[in-house]
């Protein structure tokens, strides 16, 4: 479980979040009753937190950031629990190493090489005062054995506690969440937070409140979540761990398949005859295109006044087609509208491939007019309005075989 922030990769986190199998595990080595502690701490905190979020949006400012205050120091208290169950290490801070038997050393050497002349005689003066206190040194130390047997037996432990300086602890808690790879600026976001609460005056009325106020409000609020997120897995209820994991990967599924299902309409190509038109009398349902590739000889599509424009029907699969038949309108009852003058264009692979210009001329009773086209691949059959009878054009059928 101690591993540094960070060192899982993005892959390990991602199966982490659905499978959920590091919380598991590690609420399998904390045991029931450390588990149970961390999620009253969990719970009290997240509690305190959404009470003082409520005070805080309702004015009670002074009291609702007092409450943060302890709502974060709640929610760190699942870290003891943690940290005991699974005897977290706490990080220390080493002290700076004292060398001054090397530092005397060369500052002697360097100014041996600066006095050649008086090297010899310092280095004789020294090679004696060695000697003699060396000599001083094993007199006491044999008086002192002889006056205090107890203690001549860990001599080199002393010298080692009078060497080595005392590590400075660090925080109760950041350890715990290193080991839950809660990352170091997160960890320092936390600690920052903490400082600032203690020496911060906390205001007794919310006219008191500052700017100050509400940046430390959010910072510990923000500090809350960290240490929640970090613990939050671990302490849940084995029953609700399990419905987390069954959740995120039954949501997760569920998106997928509407998303892939929702690529695949709007990518793949639909199959059947489509009718589009250029444009369409009053907009009327009636009129519309789609009435040229029905089969039915008694509906028919209409243009606007005056105008010319176009029906085309869309064919997929494209297919081949060796001929095509048109049968004119005349708007009955009214007999007003009819197309005249027209062409036939086919279209294969999304290009020109075939143009067929026409005439018809005015009826009551029209019939079917067919044109040889031979195109493979046909994907699109316009027809094209030049020309029209009286108030517009139109097209009662557009087919193909």
Do not use: C
């Not at 009290?44 to 400012?61: F, I, K, P, V, Y």
């Not at 040194?137 to 002889?146: G, I, L, P, R, V």
């Not at 510990?220 to 959740?247: C, E, N, Q, Y």
Request: proline share 5%; net charge negative; aromatic share 6%.
């Amino acid at each position: 479980m101690a591993a540094t922030a960070g060192s899982d990769s993005f892959f390990a986190r991602v199966g982490e979040y659905f499978t959920l199998s590091d919380a598991k595990a590690t609420q399998a080595k904390l045991g029931e009753p450390a588990r149970k502690a961390m999620d009253q701490a969990l719970s009290l905190g997240r509690q305190r937190a959404d009470a003082a979020e409520s005070l805080w949006s309702n004015g009670h400012t002074a009291e609702g950031l007092r409450l943060a205050v302890r709502a974060l120091r709640d929610t760190l208290e699942a870290a003891p629990s943690y940290g005991s169950a699974l005897a977290v290490a706490r990080t220390t801070v080493k002290a700076p190493e004292s060398k001054p038997a090397e530092e005397s050393k060369q500052a002697a050497e360097d100014e041996a090489e600066s006095n050649p002349v008086e090297e010899s005689k310092e280095a004789s003066a020294e090679v004696e005062a060695e000697s003699k206190e060396a000599s001083e040194s094993k007199e006491a130390s044999e008086d002192d054995a002889e006056s205090n047997p107890v203690e001549e037996s860990n001599p080199v432990e002393e010298s080692k506690q009078v060497e080595q300086p005392s590590p400075a602890p660090a925080d109760a808690w950041s350890a715990s969440l290193a080991a839950r790879r809660t990352r170091t600026a997160q960890i320092d976001r936390v600690r920052s937070a903490l400082a600032a609460a203690d020496k911060a005056e906390l205001p007794t009325l919310d006219a008191d409140v500052s700017a100050a106020h509400a940046d430390l409000f959010q910072q510990v609020l923000d500090a809350r979540h960290i240490v929640d997120a970090a613990f939050g897995m671990v302490a849940l209820p084995p029953r609700d761990l399990g419905w987390t994991r069954f959740s995120r990967i039954a949501t997760t599924s569920i998106i997928a398949v509407f998303v892939l299902g929702g690529l695949y309409f709007t990518l793949r190509t639909p199959e059947g005859v489509f009718a589009d038109a250029s444009d369409v009398w009053a907009q009327s349902p009636t009129f519309a295109p789609e009435t040229v590739i029905d089969g039915n000889e008694d509906s028919y599509w209409l243009l606007p006044d005056g105008a010319t424009g176009w029906v085309e029907a869309r064919i997929s699969p494209p297919a081949s087609v060796a001929r095509v038949r048109v049968l004119n309108t005349h708007n009955p009852p009214h007999n007003d509208r009819a197309t005249n003058d027209y062409a036939i264009e086919v279209y294969s692979g999304g290009t020109l491939a075939e143009t067929v210009e026409g005439h018809f001329d005015f009826s009551t009773h029209p019939e079917f007019v067919s044109h040889d086209v031979g195109v493979d691949s046909v994907d699109r059959i316009r027809f094209v309005v030049r020309g029209h009878h009286n108030v517009g054009g139109g097209l009662a059928e557009l087919q193909w075989e």
